[in-house]
């Protein structure tokens, strides 16, 4: 419930019950909600679990009085700011209002009650009330706002470090390898230096691809190519982009696959990154010689395509948050072979443009985890 749906209480105190009904009849209106008590003690239990605008008070009450009921609101962390006005029948000598006033009311009424004057008197108070909680809101939605801006510089921090990280060492490479293909070196050596400088130009370029399309999915120039596909292909033509980074990590690669034809609505190009992104991303974050596990699904109008593995796995706080841009799990970077933090954002994004969903599951450090994706199934 939003500030501006909650309603507004205000308290009637008064031993008599025909005196709070015919208060809360001439205050009643949308939004308001009326607190009776019959006595000063119900008074205070009512204000221990209620947020009050205005408080309205009998002077003359057996037991606990009006001006006794106000002094132990004023003693009241919670209820010291409650206005306070006086309702009473006897004659408001200057002696009674100055200990009123004492006890920190802001205004006696006269019985019998004018009623548009009793109106207009608490209407101010409702709508100062309506106003502060309304500023209250504002000042919780400004330090949210500032709180995520601070987050999001230090993850463009973060982000730009590694970044740098990155680029540094394929680009050194690169230099070290024209370096030596300038010198008088042996045929065999020089292929073997072409070969390490074509991978590095590679890992360049599937970082520039990757800023790339998270600047345009995230500026809506992202337009897919949809077409009637079989889940199979797609999967398989996933397999082929990741397998080399399977392979030099030394890891088993476990696929399982539907035996029949599941047929989705989606872009060809876009539904493979997704899923080698993940494969990627598994390889990335298993050590050497680990296990990655491919399996695909169909049921009920969806596909399911589930890659896990046995890695460092993702702690619990990192699960609902690991797939925010530059989202990164800091005690894992030294133990990936590279990358920005924004793989798994792009896929979320990837996957969402397809009408689907992507979530992880582990079952903590050093024990794997799943990334599952449902995609709808095409008519």
Not at 27 to 35: A, S, Y
Not at 104 to 132: C, M, T, W
Not at 263 to 280: E, F, K, M, P, Y
Request: hydrophobic letters at 45%.
């Amino acid at each position: 419930m939003t500030t501006a749906d909650k309603p507004i209480n205000f308290l009637l105190v008064d031993d008599l019950a025909e005196n709070l009904l015919a208060l809360e009849a001439l205050l009643q209106r949308d939004g308001l909600t009326c607190l009776k008590a019959r006595s000063g003690e119900e008074a205070l239990e009512l204000l221990l679990t209620h947020e009050v605008a205005l408080a309205l008070l009998d002077v003359q009450m057996p037991g606990m009085d009006g001006f006794e009921l106000a002094e132990f609101m004023r003693g009241s962390e919670r209820a010291r700011h409650i206005p306070i006005i006086f309702v009473t029948a006897g004659a408001a000598t200057s002696q009674r209002r100055f200990r009123g006033y004492e006890a920190g009311a802001v205004d006696f009424i006269q019985k019998p009650i004018e009623a548009h004057i009793l109106r207009s008197k608490a209407n101010v108070f409702f709508d100062l009330y309506e106003q502060r909680r309304q500023i209250e809101a504002q000042r919780d939605e400004l330090e949210a706002a500032a709180q995520a801006l601070r987050r999001a510089d230090r993850h463009k921090d973060n982000f730009l470090a590694v970044l740098a990280h990155e680029l540094r060492n394929p680009v050194a490479a690169l230099g070290g390898g024209l370096h030596l293909l300038n010198k008088d070196i042996p045929p065999e050596r020089a292929k073997d230096i072409r070969g390490r400088m074509e991978r590095m130009l590679e890992h360049l370029t599937h970082l520039v691809d990757d800023l790339l399309d998270v600047s345009r999915v995230s500026q809506g120039k992202i337009i897919l190519k949809k077409a009637r596909l079989e889940l199979g292909e797609v999967l398989r033509s996933a397999i082929d982009a990741s397998q080399h980074h399977l392979e030099a990590a030394g890891h088993s690669f476990v696929i399982d696959l539907p035996d029949r034809p599941v047929w989705l609505d989606g872009d060809h190009t876009r539904l493979a990154q997704i899923v080698s992104n993940l494969l990627n991303n598994a390889a990335k974050y298993t050590p050497r010689g680990g296990t990655v596990t491919l399996s695909a699904t169909a049921a009920e109008g969806w596909a399911t395509i589930t890659v896990s593995d046995t890695g460092v796995g993702v702690p619990a706080e990192m699960q609902a948050k690991i797939f925010e841009i530059f989202a990164q799990v800091e005690d894992h970077l030294g133990k990936a072979q590279g990358g920005l933090g924004i793989g798994l954002a792009l896929v979320k994004q990837l996957v969402s443009l397809h009408g689907g969903s992507i979530t992880v599951t582990s079952a903590g450090e050093d024990r794997g985890s799943a990334f599952t994706v449902q995609l709808p199934i095409a008519d």
